[in-house]
C-alpha cells in the first residue's frame, strides 16, 4: 500500500486534445453526428491550412474520421468524432473540471474585500 498522494489532475490532459483549436474541433463534433469541413472552419474562424493541420493530428491520434466526398458536383469533405475522439473529449472534460475544483477549494477570500 503507498501512502502517495495521488497525482495531480494536470497530469491527466492530454496533448493532443488540449490545445485550444483541437479541444474546439472536437467539442463542435461531440454537438452533431457529422459536420462539413466548411462549416467547422467558419465555426471555429480558421484558415483551410490551420483546420487541416490539426485535423491530421486528431485524426492520426484516431480522435476522428474525415469522410472525402462529392455535394453534387463541388467536393466536399466531413468530419465526425470516433468512439475513441468522444472518450478523449470525456476525459479531458474530467481532468479539467477536477482541476477547477481544487481551483475553488483552494480559493481563500481576498483579504482587501
Known sequence: ?????PPHPATALDDVVH???R??????LSEIPECRFATLRDELGLT???LNRHLRILEDAGLL???KGYEGRRP???LKLTRQGRAALRAEVAA????????RAATTPDPAS
Open 96 to 103: 479539467l473540471e477536477q482541476l477547477v475544483s481544487r481551483i
Open 48 to 50: 483551410d491550412g490551420n
Open 76 to 78: 466536399c469533405t466531413w
Open 23 to 28: 479541444l474546439g474541433i472536437l467539442t463542435v
Open 1 to 5: 500500500m503507498s501512502d502517495a498522494p
Open 19 to 21: 490545445q485550444r483549436v
Open 65 to 67: 474520421q474525415v469522410t
